[in-house]
């Protein structure tokens, strides 16, 4: 409580003063107000100061001068905070060049969980009898098929023989096996989770099911347990990989149950961990043990023993992706629009059986906001109409993520100046080729934190002359009318492969509205009225804008054939004069290549170790290019090899394996 506050220093004028400033209407008391809001400014200032001495309480931007009066060497600016690193520079030095130590300058330095190898202790060799290593095995134990699984990963542990290659070479070439080589292996995919989520119901028997709600086989991930202590080096249990069937079969308890990787209910309550084995369901129709629940964590895939109403069963899982994008169950509160007067009105969690229920009781006069207050599954068709001026915002709760599939177009009708946004929800499809459908005087379309399912959802955009905006989320096809202004950000639209129209007009043929996109990955062609502007964005199907006098195109990569406005700094880099051959093979070589670009795998659309520099580092900012740019993850890998340049011990030489 601040020692100024306005009523104490008042009190503390004499009587007389006060008297005399009530019979003037309190000019001196509106006086004492502001001196005492300065001086609790300066108060709290003072308090910060003392604060900003401690590494764990100064404002981040004192970190580096902190930094700076202990000789922590400068790194490139990230969205990972310097905090800890600074906080544990002292026992890095201590410790400097211990697997443990360098294991956690990677976590610090990346924000990534790793392992650190010590290569040379798995290397074969002839042991001495007064010094053997009984844990260095030559030939593993053929019995032990954990040990088996594990091979040329990070948790191996049988020995080999040595190799010559720099373990610092580029991916794909470099070496390992060999004395002075440490390797750090590096998880990049978050495990996200998903709490009371309705699995998919395979077919109707009621007793298969996906965990993921499309129906899509996707492997399921360990929920990180923190590390024991500064000493620890990270085991399985300690980083988001996906889930071993080996490891689930005998460890269930270390996956299974409260506050860990999985859990499942129906409306007898949560399955029990003795319910629960550990299959392989490539085969649904495999024999399984009476009366057990059998999980596969490497599809994702659940068999009951008998016949489950399918809006009974709930799970809870973590699943892989590299960023918190698209619809997903994690902090959305600060992108809610909040408006003066707006109804609210909730679905599910105590609220409304369905969204049309809540959309019923709004009644279509002024502005409202659905609100799904859960992560189940909403098979509703929509079709609602916006009076001029309102505003419909259909959107999960923070840190839900429900389902909503379409079984027909979900249409909305705006007056004009009406707006119509999406935030936090799946959208799929009960067949391909639904739609998401904005029609009429529509004014704004916003779409938040959204997944309309690839392949199966188009956002279609009919309206006289839309604002629509797109961020952070994963799209099908947009089709928008040629009068529209579109702005993307951080998205990715994928119209399935580079060939087919990404982003058009309606009917998929004439040019789209005009067009801001940045940092996103676009799987398919673009043909767009005006290109206004592109950045740090990859365009895998030919982009074509109609009108190129005006516009920019900066730090993307466009292939060949595209027409666009001027390009700066874009791959591929061909030089003038080149002839149309060594065009072709310039722009082979810097060809974006990626993990994976089927949506639903865990490595969607990132973009993999090998390829081309000029894209993982051609951002702007020396970032990759493409959704993921905001990541920063080649400058995170430079700040770690820097580091490592610093706390290795003499004679050694580090080399970086991302796992993920």
Not at 90 to 95: D, E, F, I, N, V
Not at 384 to 408: F, K, M, N
Not at 569 to 575: E, G, K, L, R, V
Request: aromatic share 6%.
């Amino acid at each position: 409580m601040s020692n100024y506050s306005a009523e104490r220093l008042y009190q503390l004028l004499p009587a007389v003063y006060r008297e005399r400033d009530a019979a003037q209407g309190f000019p001196l008391r509106d006086l004492v107000e502001i001196v005492a809001r300065e001086a609790g400014a300066v108060e709290r200032d003072v308090a910060q100061l003392y604060e900003d001495w401690f590494i764990e309480t100064c404002q981040p931007w004192v970190v580096p001068y902190v930094g700076d009066l202990i000789g922590v060497r400068g790194t490139h600016p990230t969205r990972v905070s310097g905090r800890a690193e600074v906080a544990h520079t002292l026992g890095y030095r201590r410790r400097k060049g211990t697997a443990a130590m360098l294991e956690q300058l990677a976590r610090d330095s990346t924000g990534w969980p790793a392992r650190v190898v010590e290569f040379f202790e798995l290397l074969e060799a002839t042991q001495y009898a007064n010094h053997v290593r009984l844990h260095s095995h030559r030939t593993p134990d053929l019995r032990q098929v954990t040990a088996l699984e594990h091979l040329s990963g990070p948790f191996e542990t049988a020995a080999r023989t040595a190799e010559v290659r720099r373990i610092a070479a580029s991916p794909g070439r470099s070496g390992r096996y060999n004395i002075p080589n440490v390797g750090l292996f590096l998880w990049c995919l978050l495990a996200l989770p998903l709490d009371r989520v309705m699995p998919f119901a395979v077919d109707g028997t009621g007793t298969r099911f996906t965990f993921n709600s499309l129906g899509m086989d996707a492997p399921l991930f360990h929920h990180p347990e923190t590390e024991t202590g500064p000493a620890h080096v990270a085991e399985e249990a300690n980083v988001p990989a996906a889930i071993r069937r080996r490891g689930f079969h005998e460890d269930p308890g270390g996956e299974y149950g409260p506050g860990l990787s999985l859990r499942v209910w129906t409306d007898a309550g949560e399955v029990p961990l003795a319910d629960v084995v550990a299959a392989d369901l490539a085969d649904w129709n495999r024999p399984l043990p009476p009366g057990k629940v059998a999980i596969d964590p490497v599809l994702g895939r659940l068999v009951y023993p008998a016949p489950q109403d399918p809006a009974e069963v709930r799970v809870s899982y973590h699943h892989g992706f590299s960023d918190e994008l698209g619809g997903g169950a994690y902090k959305r509160e600060a992108s809610f629009t909040r408006i003066a007067g707006e109804r609210v009105f909730s679905v599910g969690g105590g609220g409304e059986a369905t969204i049309n229920d809540a959309l019923d009781l709004w009644g279509g006069a002024g502005s409202v906001v659905i609100e799904i207050r859960d992560s189940r599954t909403y098979a509703e068709a929509i079709d609602r109409a916006v009076p001029a001026g309102a505003r419909l915002e259909i959107r999960a709760a923070d840190r839900q993520r429900p389902t909503l599939r379409l079984t027909s177009e979900l249409k909305v009708t705006g007056g004009e100046g009406s707006g119509f946004e999406v935030n936090g929800l799946l959208i799929s499809g009960s067949i391909s080729g639904q739609a998401v459908r904005v029609l009429g005087e529509m004014q704004r379309v916003h779409l938040r934190h959204c997944t309309l399912e690839p392949g199966s959802v188009e956002l279609i955009v009919e309206a006289a002359e839309p604002e629509v905006t797109i961020e952070r989320s994963i799209l099908g096809p947009l089709r928008i009318t040629e009068n529209a202004e579109v702005e993307i950000a951080d998205s990715i639209l994928d119209a399935g492969e580079p060939e087919a129209a990404a982003y058009a007009a309606p009917g998929g043929v004439e040019e789209g509205g005009a067009l801001r996109i940045a940092r996103s990955t676009v799987i398919g062609t673009v043909h767009t009225r005006q290109l206004t502007l592109a950045e740090n964005s990859i365009f895998l199907g030919i982009a074509t804008a109609e009108r190129r006098q005006e516009g920019c195109v900066r730090f993307c990569h466009v292939p060949l054939g595209s027409r666009v406005p001027r390009r700066f700094h874009c791959q591929p880099a061909i030089p003038d004069g080149a002839s149309a051959a060594q065009a072709r093979r310039i722009a082979a070589r810097s060809a974006p290549r990626f993990t994976s670009l089927r949506y639903g795998d865990p490595g969607y659309c990132q973009l993999a170790v090998t390829a081309p520099e000029g894209i993982r580092r051609g951002a702007d900012d020396g970032s990759e290019m493409g959704v993921f740019a905001s990541l920063q993850q080649p400058q995170r890998e430079q700040n770690l090899r820097i580091r490592l340049e610093e706390y290795l011990r003499m004679g050694l030489e580090a080399g970086l394996f991302f796992v993920t």
